[in-house]
């Protein structure tokens, strides 16, 4: 079973910047496409930035040049860089695994707001 832990997430100010770390459990992490979610209040869970297991990497086009997806196959973990941060930005992040299957975390809360 894989368990999926995301952190760092809270509240910034308009152009600050934030960096998300998610924790993967078990064996099957060097081997899985990483990607990052994001679900604002009203809206539909959104592709954020996706990385393979090969290093491919893709990102939405609302967050192209500001946010960086990056992953460290030794430490079982990926991260989101975010810098530049909008109040459009806010929602709760999710950490995505894809193995086989897919397995999500319990989400973090990034709100951007002055």
């Known amino acids: 079973q894989v368990q999926l832990v995301e952190s760092g997430g809270g509240l910034v100010q308009p152009g600050g910047s934030l960096r998300l770390s998610c924790a993967a459990s078990?064996?099957?992490?060097?081997?899985?496409?990483m990607g990052w979610y994001r679900q604002a209040p009203g809206k539909q869970r959104e592709l954020v930035a996706r990385?393979?297991?090969?290093?491919?990497?893709a990102y939405a086009d609302s967050v192209k040049g500001r946010f960086t997806i990056s992953r460290d196959n030794a430490k079982n973990t990926v991260y989101l860089q975010m810098n530049s941060l909008k109040p459009e930005d806010t929602a709760v992040y999710y950490c995505n695994l894809i193995f086989v299957r897919e397995y999500w975390g319990q989400g973090t809360q990034v709100t951007v707001s002055s």
């Open positions: 078990g064996s099957i992490f060097s081997n899985s496409i």
């Open positions: 990385i393979s297991s090969g290093g491919r990497i």
